[in-house]
């Protein structure tokens, strides 16, 4: 194989390598996604062809710089067009004597330029590939089908739209939200109750429905709200996962019986690692009748409330947003789970539960802002 078919092949392989090389980078940056696959290795692939592709075209590159790549080296390179760069070859003028390019090797017999022909091929083959992998916009319900499918296949993009993360969709609200002049606690540092394994606390774990009588310390509160959604890492970052950390999630807990706390529904402050008392009282009797009835509800010394702010994930990822809210109250619910169990407690996730009522006791709309999960928790 000669420079010029060298050059050719590099050429028409790097084409496709930065393509995808450029598509993956996009659609990575916007995602979040921290491994592509193939990316790495089509980049290693690129960077070998593109040395390829300048070694093939050096005496080309070396005229150019020189400013022997002028009219008469490009003379000389056309007159051996064989062994010349073929891309230069058709730009420039024949030279005296020699057949233009686009006849002498450029064309189809019927004098079609095969550049047209290529470019042609291309368009109609973008057209098929967007066709195939954009998702119909008809996203109506099918006959039969619940809104959970309905929602389930709304979401599933095609791999083209995944390239609408690159659009925010709407403003990015605030990553927390605050209670100015509400009444504050600040919790105890978070102290790790003695040493119980993963495997155990796995292991151990059950739903608690039936609870001793006596009260959570705040320094036990402590823990469980920092095992929850408290701050473990720099910049803020959380005790349970995020997507694009833009934490969605808000931990309310509505307390009966924790000592030297007064009963209400207070808000969690991860940044402060404090409580903001949204009202006072004793709602142990609305969680029962906002629960269907669940008794536990109000036999718990605490009751964690999680509810999500939708914007903050769907400013940026639209329709997965709210596979996202529901994804990462489970990491937050399993925290729970297992800090309750290293201390000697237990919970219970609540699923069930009229919307409004539970909203009302938070003071949040349930739309913009709706109660997902509760949790009782309490001693063993
Ligand atoms: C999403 C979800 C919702 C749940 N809702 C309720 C509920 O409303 N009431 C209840 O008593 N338990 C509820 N549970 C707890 C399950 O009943 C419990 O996890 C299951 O019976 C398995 O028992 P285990 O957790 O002890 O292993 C829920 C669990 C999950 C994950």
Same mark, same amino acid.
């Given at each position: 194989?000669?420079?010029?078919?060298?050059? !050719?092949?590099?050429?028409?392989?790097?084409?496709? @390598?930065?393509?995808f090389l450029a598509v993956t980078g996009l659609v990575s940056d916007a995602l979040d996604l921290n491994e592509f696959v193939l990316h790495k290795y089509v980049g290693y692939t690129a960077a070998v062809l593109a040395l390829v592709h300048v070694g093939a075209h050096w005496p080309s590159l070396v005229g150019f710089w020189t400013g022997r790549g002028g009219r008469r080296s490009r003379a000389a390179t056309a007159t051996t067009a064989a062994a010349g760069d073929r891309d230069s070859a058709a730009d420039m003028a024949p030279a005296p004597g020699t057949e233009p390019a686009s006849e002498a090797e450029g064309s189809s017999p019927r004098g079609i330029p095969r550049r047209a022909v290529l470019a042609a091929a291309g368009v109609g083959a973008t057209g098929f590939a967007a066709g195939w992998l954009v998702r119909p916009a008809d996203v109506g319900r099918l006959p039969g089908e619940d809104v959970g499918a309905l929602y389930h296949r709304a979401s599933t993009p095609g791999i083209a739209d995944a390239l609408g993360a690159l659009v925010?969709?709407?403003? &990015?609200?605030?990553? /927390?939200?605050?209670y100015p002049g509400a009444a504050r606690f600040e919790l105890p540092p978070v102290t790790v109750p003695p040493e119980l394994s993963v495997a155990s606390a796995i292991e151990r774990r059950r739903s608690l429905r039936d609870y001793a009588g006596r009260p959570l310390t705040t320094g036990e509160l402590s823990w469980l709200l920092g095992a929850a959604s408290g701050i473990t890492g720099p910049?803020?970052? $959380? +005790? @349970?996962?995020?997507?694009?950390?833009?934490?969605?999630?808000? /931990?309310? #807990?509505?307390? /009966?019986? #924790?000592?030297?706390?007064?009963?209400?529904?207070?808000?969690? +402050?991860?940044?402060?690692? @404090? !409580?903001?008392?949204?009202?006072?009282? /004793?709602?142990?009797?609305?969680?029962?009748?906002?629960?269907?009835? &669940?008794?536990?509800?109000?036999? +718990?010394?605490?009751?964690?409330?999680?509810? +999500?702010?939708? &914007?903050? *994930?769907?400013?940026?990822? $639209?329709?997965?947003?709210?596979?996202?809210?529901?994804?990462?109250?489970?990491?937050?619910?399993?925290?729970?789970? *297992?800090?309750?169990e290293a201390a000697g407690f237990g919970a219970c996730a609540v699923g069930a539960f009229l919307d409004d009522a539970v909203n009302g006791l938070l003071e949040i709309d349930g739309v913009e802002e709706a109660a997902l999960m509760l949790l009782p928790v309490g001693p063993r």
């Amino acid at each position: 194989m000669g420079r010029r078919e060298i050059g !050719l092949v590099s050429s028409t392989l790097l084409l496709p @390598a930065a393509l995808f090389l450029a598509v993956t980078g996009l659609v990575s940056d916007a995602l979040d996604l921290n491994e592509f696959v193939l990316h790495k290795y089509v980049g290693y692939t690129a960077a070998v062809l593109a040395l390829v592709h300048v070694g093939a075209h050096w005496p080309s590159l070396v005229g150019f710089w020189t400013g022997r790549g002028g009219r008469r080296s490009r003379a000389a390179t056309a007159t051996t067009a064989a062994a010349g760069d073929r891309d230069s070859a058709a730009d420039m003028a024949p030279a005296p004597g020699t057949e233009p390019a686009s006849e002498a090797e450029g064309s189809s017999p019927r004098g079609i330029p095969r550049r047209a022909v290529l470019a042609a091929a291309g368009v109609g083959a973008t057209g098929f590939a967007a066709g195939w992998l954009v998702r119909p916009a008809d996203v109506g319900r099918l006959p039969g089908e619940d809104v959970g499918a309905l929602y389930h296949r709304a979401s599933t993009p095609g791999i083209a739209d995944a390239l609408g993360a690159l659009v925010s969709w709407g403003s &990015q609200p605030a990553r /927390t939200k605050e209670y100015p002049g509400a009444a504050r606690f600040e919790l105890p540092p978070v102290t790790v109750p003695p040493e119980l394994s993963v495997a155990s606390a796995i292991e151990r774990r059950r739903s608690l429905r039936d609870y001793a009588g006596r009260p959570l310390t705040t320094g036990e509160l402590s823990w469980l709200l920092g095992a929850a959604s408290g701050i473990t890492g720099p910049g803020g970052l $959380r +005790a @349970a996962p995020s997507a694009g950390a833009q934490y969605p999630i808000e /931990t309310y #807990v509505a307390v /009966t019986k #924790v000592d030297g706390l007064e009963p209400g529904i207070y808000h969690y +402050a991860p940044a402060d690692h @404090a !409580l903001e008392r949204v009202r006072g009282g /004793t709602f142990g009797g609305d969680l029962v009748i906002a629960g269907l009835g &669940q008794e536990f509800l109000g036999q +718990a010394p605490v009751v964690v409330v999680l509810s +999500a702010i939708f &914007q903050r *994930l769907r400013w940026r990822y $639209r329709e997965r947003a709210y596979r996202y809210a529901l994804i990462e109250v489970g990491h937050i619910g399993q925290n729970v789970y *297992l800090a309750a169990e290293a201390a000697g407690f237990g919970a219970c996730a609540v699923g069930a539960f009229l919307d409004d009522a539970v909203n009302g006791l938070l003071e949040i709309d349930g739309v913009e802002e709706a109660a997902l999960m509760l949790l009782p928790v309490g001693p063993r």
